[in-house]
């Protein structure tokens, strides 16, 4: 249906996605059919768009947009909403448009201040550091965490070596300027918020930051041992932050929930496609690590605030 030069009717679906954080093929196909409605002066229904035409413009609109360093990009959702209150068969592809080369955090800089920049810094360390343990593998932040990070402790290893170079004066916000910053990363498409109350990285804000994830979190401790704290999915090679993980810690073997019910059908075993062990099916990455981790401390007598910037790891 689309054509093979590239016209008006490509630069609107540009324009169209630049206008959303992200969108789904299922989202483009009322774009696609108003756009080739008007292409092509009969009206052109949303059933009418198919995979390929979808396909088509993405290809056409990355042509265009590489001189610009600026790619449209795809990955599955992790954790998709569900359906009549179970997860989807088959997740949706997200597609975003990201920046293939600048700082992700840079880009921020255009339309957020200096102390609002150290917030999400602070937010992605807790993400990322905090509550990304060899015991939990939480990769998120509850709503009272998130808003007790407005205000830097300056106990944190980037904490500490901001304020040696800003001075001795923390960088820090309001209660209602952060709950601002959150919804705004959120209608952005930089973060998602669960019913739960967690912040996570969307898939946009996966996507646009793989790269400085894997420089900033990966790295060699103080005894020149290497610490991946960004892990990826065996099955499909990207991030994980929402799945399940081998039983075994030292084992890299990681699995999107969607990706487990393939990889098992393929290898024809519910083993670890890395270690092969058991897979145990109840050991998470995500938001359902870190709540399981809180039921066990509520069980004890404690409450999941007193594991806030603990490392949920006591």
Same mark, same amino acid.
């Given at each position: 249906m689309a054509g093979d030069g590239y016209d008006d009717s490509n630069r609107a679906f540009?324009?169209?996605?630049?206008?959303? /954080?992200?969108?789904?093929?299922?989202?483009? =196909?009322? !774009?696609?059919?108003?756009?080739? /409605?008007? =292409?092509? #002066?009969?009206? !052109?229904?949303?059933? &009418?768009?198919t995979q390929a035409d979808f396909t088509s413009y993405i290809t056409a609109a990355n042509a265009a947009l590489s001189p610009f360093d600026l790619e449209i990009r795809s990955t599955l959702h992790q954790a998709p909403p569900p359906v009549n209150g179970e997860p989807p068969a088959n997740p949706p592809r997200i597609y975003a448009l990201v920046n293939t080369t600048s700082d992700p955090l840079a880009q921020l800089a255009t339309t957020y201040t200096a102390d609002e920049i150290?917030? !999400?810094?602070?937010?992605? &360390?807790?993400?990322?550091?905090? @509550? @990304?343990?060899?015991?939990?593998?939480?990769?998120? !932040?509850? /709503?009272?965490?998130a808003l007790q990070l407005a205000r830097s402790s300056g106990d944190g290893r980037r904490d500490s070596t901001q304020q040696q170079t800003q001075g001795s004066s923390a960088p820090a916000l309001s209660m209602t300027q952060a709950e601002s910053v959150l919804k705004k990363l959120v209608e952005e498409g930089w973060l998602e918020k669960s /019913? =739960?109350?967690?912040?996570?990285?969307?898939?946009? #804000?996966?996507?646009?930051?793989r790269g400085w994830l894997v420089d900033t979190y990966n790295e060699e401790d103080e005894d020149g041992n290497r610490v991946n704290r960004i892990k990826f999915c065996v099955a499909c090679k990207e991030i994980v932050t929402v799945g399940q993980r081998c039983a075994n810690r030292d084992c890299p073997g990681r699995l999107h929930e969607a990706c487990i019910r393939n990889t098992f059908r393929v290898q024809r075993s519910e083993q670890c496609p890395v270690c092969k062990a058991p897979w145990p099916g109840d050991k998470y990455v995500g938001e359902k690590a870190m709540t399981a981790i809180e039921r066990g401390a509520q069980g004890r007598g404690r409450t999941g605030n007193e594991l806030v910037g603990s490392g949920i790891d006591s």
């Amino acid at each position: 249906m689309a054509g093979d030069g590239y016209d008006d009717s490509n630069r609107a679906f540009i324009q169209a996605f630049m206008a959303r /954080s992200t969108m789904t093929f299922e989202e483009a =196909k009322p !774009v696609l059919a108003a756009i080739l /409605s008007a =292409k092509e #002066g009969r009206q !052109v229904l949303e059933g &009418d768009i198919t995979q390929a035409d979808f396909t088509s413009y993405i290809t056409a609109a990355n042509a265009a947009l590489s001189p610009f360093d600026l790619e449209i990009r795809s990955t599955l959702h992790q954790a998709p909403p569900p359906v009549n209150g179970e997860p989807p068969a088959n997740p949706p592809r997200i597609y975003a448009l990201v920046n293939t080369t600048s700082d992700p955090l840079a880009q921020l800089a255009t339309t957020y201040t200096a102390d609002e920049i150290a917030f !999400v810094k602070r937010l992605l &360390d807790a993400m990322f550091e905090t @509550n @990304n343990t060899r015991r939990c593998e939480g990769m998120a !932040v509850s /709503s009272m965490q998130a808003l007790q990070l407005a205000r830097s402790s300056g106990d944190g290893r980037r904490d500490s070596t901001q304020q040696q170079t800003q001075g001795s004066s923390a960088p820090a916000l309001s209660m209602t300027q952060a709950e601002s910053v959150l919804k705004k990363l959120v209608e952005e498409g930089w973060l998602e918020k669960s /019913s =739960k109350g967690y912040y996570s990285l969307s898939p946009r #804000g996966l996507m646009e930051l793989r790269g400085w994830l894997v420089d900033t979190y990966n790295e060699e401790d103080e005894d020149g041992n290497r610490v991946n704290r960004i892990k990826f999915c065996v099955a499909c090679k990207e991030i994980v932050t929402v799945g399940q993980r081998c039983a075994n810690r030292d084992c890299p073997g990681r699995l999107h929930e969607a990706c487990i019910r393939n990889t098992f059908r393929v290898q024809r075993s519910e083993q670890c496609p890395v270690c092969k062990a058991p897979w145990p099916g109840d050991k998470y990455v995500g938001e359902k690590a870190m709540t399981a981790i809180e039921r066990g401390a509520q069980g004890r007598g404690r409450t999941g605030n007193e594991l806030v910037g603990s490392g949920i790891d006591s």
